[in-house]
Nanobody, 118 residues
């Protein structure tokens, strides 16, 4: 099992920046990829960004390309999501996820809320 704990959410104005953090523990050696998803009120959870923990492969949702950056600290078992140029439509509960590839995730955190006001 892998445990994931997100932090860093908050309420900000449009145009602001936030950095989300995800701390991984447990059988992290079994996790090749980590990512971020989000779920807005009344909507399905959608993909935001993902990367291989070995480096070299990242992918982003079109809606966040150029504004969000996913990066890692392997030594600390941490993954981050740097968000800039936030928009009201970025408002959602953001989840950290871990899995064997950047397209398959089988461990999930509890989420951290991001609210962007105009």
């Amino acid at each position: 099992q892998v445990q994931l704990v997100e932090s860093g959410g908050g309420s900000v104005q449009a145009g602001a920046s936030l950095r989300l953090s995800c701390a991984a523990s447990g059988r992290t050696f079994s996790t090749a990829a980590m990512g971020w998803f989000r779920q807005a009120p009344g909507k399905e959870r959608t993909f935001v960004a993902a990367m291989l923990m070995s480096g070299g492969s990242t992918r982003y949702a079109d809606s966040v390309k150029g504004r969000f950056t996913i990066f890692r600290d392997n030594a600390a078992n941490m993954v981050y999501l740097q968000m800039s140029g936030l928009k009201p439509e970025d408002t959602a509960l953001y989840y950290c996820a871990a899995g064997p590839t950047t397209h398959v995730f089988n461990f999930w955190g509890q989420g951290t809320q991001v609210t962007v006001s105009s």
